[in-house]
């Protein structure tokens, strides 16, 4: 590892960095390549458009899965010949996709494709590993970003391919670059001893071994999966608001909106920069006020889209800003447990998202969007409370040896 002050080693170039980042977001495109195509999907197929809904829960199940399981396995297996190995199983089941007969078959195969997609949750680690102590801030704000935007640019995408080609051809794209990037980032990643030896039994144990042992840890994952289940709270409810009146939005004009958390890439790219220099608890404060400030100006604009769209960005900067704090401030704990720490934060993240998605459906039908925005108000003061019991001690971290 680099000492502090010096440049990262060069394992980590610009080029490897770039890489990286593009590999994690063309991985976590894979989950949402359906999501905005359900109907065409479904008529093709013959199935019901509610139907098709699970089409995106058997892709987020099969990806929780792949988390749990195969994340672990980037501490003890050489990530050279491991990641690609992933990526060509995802082309696999991406073609599997693009060729499937039937709904059944296309469900079990995007169930596959979301347990084998989980290759950007082992090389954000990677780049962890890779950068040197001073620059890992930055260096896994880069690749962060690079999910979040595959995570904005794959409805664009896919929209725009199956509208031009049909949904077929989405999924077969998807599977050539996949090929792709796996011959690209096996020439690129340099050799990389494993941090640790386990038997998979205790390697997927000292998962929850590890959080208990760190006390950093935990108070972070709390904030990580509150910062999640406040970010899908807000966007999952944002689409009853843009749907129905006084906007009632169509479906195409609704996701227009994601394309303001590009802010959001933008504040990833720059925040791991504060981490580097020591700022990050303080800004993680910083980033719950903002995030306040957000729901404040969101229980505002149920009639205002301006102001809808200044609660966007606000919210996105915010929340995306503390989740790469987070990640970084958890990467400087372990050096020999950095995946299956992420591991953690992936469940934790998911988790929390998930109670997010169904707070927003019951919340709406109880007080609409009055109720959503007090309960996003509710959630950042939990976090603002938890960051200041912990700045000056539970959440402080020491540096790995």
């Known amino acids: 590892m680099a000492a502090s002050g010096t440049a990262p080693p060069p394992e980590m170039s610009r080029r490897l960095t770039f890489l990286l980042a593009l590999a994690a977001g063309a991985a976590i495109a894979n989950l949402y390549w359906a999501q905005p195509l359900l109907s065409f999907i479904a008529g093709d197929l013959r199935a019901a458009t509610a139907t098709a809904g699970w089409l995106v829960t058997a892709t987020q199940t099969g990806y929780a899965v792949g988390v749990l399981l195969l994340v672990p396995l980037g501490d003890v297996l050489d990530r050279r010949r491991f990641v690609p190995v992933l990526l060509v199983a995802s082309a696999a089941a991406l073609l599997l996709c693009a060729l499937s007969p039937s709904f059944g078959v296309l469900l079990l195969a995007l169930t596959v494709l979301g347990v084998t997609t989980i290759s950007g949750q082992v090389l954000t680690p990677l780049a962890g590993d890779l950068a040197g102590d001073a620059h890992r801030g930055r260096i896994v704000g880069v690749v962060g970003s690079g999910t979040l935007s595959g995570i904005l640019a794959s409805r664009t995408i896919s929209g725009f391919v199956a509208g031009a080609a049909g949904w077929r051809t989405t999924f077969a794209l998807a599977a050539v670059v996949a090929v792709l990037l796996a011959v690209l980032l096996y020439r690129a990643i340099p050799p990389l001893a494993p941090r640790t030896r386990l038997p998979y039994p205790q390697l997927i144990a000292s998962v929850g071994a590890v959080v208990l042992r760190e006390r950093a840890a935990r108070w972070t994952l709390v904030l990580a999966a509150t910062g999640f289940a406040a970010f899908s709270l807000f966007w999952t409810a944002l689409t009853f608001l843009l749907s129905g009146p006084p906007f009632r939005y169509p479906v195409a004009v609704i996701g227009m909106f994601g394309l303001a958390g590009l802010a959001g890439v933008l504040s990833g790219l720059r925040g791991g920069r504060l981490?580097?220099?020591?700022?990050?608890?303080?800004?993680?404060?910083?980033?719950?006020?903002?995030?306040?400030?957000?729901?404040?100006?969101?229980?505002?604009?149920?009639?205002?889209?301006?102001?809808?769209?200044?609660?966007?960005?606000?919210?996105?900067?915010?929340?995306?800003?503390?989740?790469?704090?987070?990640?970084?401030?958890?990467?400087?704990?372990?050096?020999?447990?950095?995946?299956?720490?992420?591991?953690?934060?992936?469940?934790?993240?998911?988790?929390?998202?998930?109670?997010?998605?169904?707070?927003?459906?019951?919340?709406?039908?109880?007080?609409?969007?009055?109720?959503?925005?007090?309960?996003?108000?509710?959630?950042?003061?939990?976090?603002?409370?938890?960051?200041?019991?912990?700045?000056?001690?539970?959440?402080?971290?020491?540096?790995?040896?």
């Not at 966007?312 to 800003?321: N, S």
């Not at 503390?322 to 990467?331: D, E, G, I, K, T």
């Not at 998911?350 to 009055?370: E, M």
């Open 275 to 401: 981490h580097d220099r020591g700022w990050s608890l303080p800004a993680t404060g910083v980033a719950w006020t903002l995030a306040l400030g957000a729901f404040v100006v969101a229980a505002f604009a149920g009639r205002s889209v301006a102001l809808l769209i200044i609660a966007i960005i606000m919210i996105d900067v915010a929340l995306q800003t503390q989740a790469l704090l987070n990640r970084a401030r958890l990467f400087a704990l372990s050096h020999e447990a950095r995946s299956r720490l992420n591991t953690a934060l992936a469940t934790g993240n998911f988790v929390g998202a998930a109670i997010g998605s169904a707070a927003a459906t019951t919340l709406w039908s109880a007080g609409g969007w009055t109720a959503v925005t007090i309960t996003g108000m509710g959630l950042c003061c939990f976090a603002l409370a938890v960051w200041a019991l912990g700045r000056r001690g539970p959440l402080a971290i020491r540096l790995a040896e």
